[in-house]
């Protein structure tokens, strides 16, 4: 029954703006690559920013450590301190995502992830996934630099130093910027080998079913003969069973 449930998940009709809650947006290898439309643009900037939960987790588990380290110190601790971290964080990646989704609907960029195509190994799939944090496709499909994703880091790591207490865009600017490189290049490994990831839980959860699933048999017992069994149980002396009554 998994199986057939996991073969009918493949099926599906990819979504051009969903947004996976671990991976993000993206567009699979095995699909043939098509622009977004006006129309996707806008729900997939939505998705992005606001309807999945994705950008609220990404805001909430990163501030933790920061909220421990107490940094910055200004914010100090509890539930005020831990508010104020989420809430830059928040803001921080919804000012990177909006000034990218801008750029590339004027640009006819794609601010998705774009699998690869035509990459033979492991290697070059990994390779690709460094690489697409730079580049992206444009409205024909060619890759081009991913000027409004770079502006988008940029200018959100600007802004974000004029609230938070102490920092400059001097000092913001290049330690932010190889954070969210770095995070999306991890994001992009996710992305490109997300169906390996997935068949590979599905492989477990399969093996678990089979595991849990009981055994019936038809096999005889001991000492008992296989026509027997095929009659059905066998009543022994001192057993009750029911006595016909004379009409």
């Known amino acids: 029954m998994s199986l057939l449930l996991a073969q009918a998940a493949e099926q599906q009709e990819f979504k ?6 671990g991976l993000g ?23 992005s920013n606001f309807s999945n939960p994705r950008v609220y987790v990404r805001s909430i588990i990163p501030s933790i450590p920061e909220h421990s380290a107490n940094n910055p110190a200004a ?36 601010p998705r992830y774009i699998s690869c195509r035509d990459c033979g190994s492991k290697w070059a799939r990994l390779k690709h996934s460094f ?22 880091q940029f200018g959100s790591e600007m802004i974000a130093a004029s ?9 913001e600017l290049l330690p932010g910027m190889v954070e969210q490189v770095s995070l999306g290049w991890v994001s992009n ?27 019936t048999s038809n096999a005889p017992h001991a000492g008992q003969s296989a026509s027997a ?3 059905g149980p066998v009543t022994h002396l001192g057993e009750s069973h029911p006595t016909l009554q004379p009409r």
């Open 229 to 231: 069994a095929d009659e």
């Open 16 to 21: 051009p703006t969903s947004v996976n809650l």
């Open 75 to 110: 914010w100090g601790q509890g539930w005020d301190g831990y508010g104020r971290r989420v809430g830059s964080r928040f803001a921080r990646y919804a000012i990177s995502s909006s000034i990218e989704h801008a750029g590339s609907a004027m640009l006819g960029h794609d």
């Open 163 to 171: 609230w938070i207490p102490g920092r400059t865009w001097r000092s």
């Open 189 to 215: 490994v996710a992305r490109e080998f997300a169906p390996e990831i997935k068949r590979l839980f599905r492989r477990k959860k399969t093996a678990k079913l089979q595991v849990r699933e009981p055994v």
């Open 131 to 152: 690489v697409y944090s730079f580049l992206t496709y444009n409205r024909d499909g060619r890759p081009v630099l991913h000027v409004s994703h770079l502006a988008g």
């Open 25 to 47: 947006a993206l567009v699979p290898g095995d699909v043939e690559y098509r622009p977004l439309s006006a129309r996707e643009r806008k729900q997939l900037w939505l998705n």
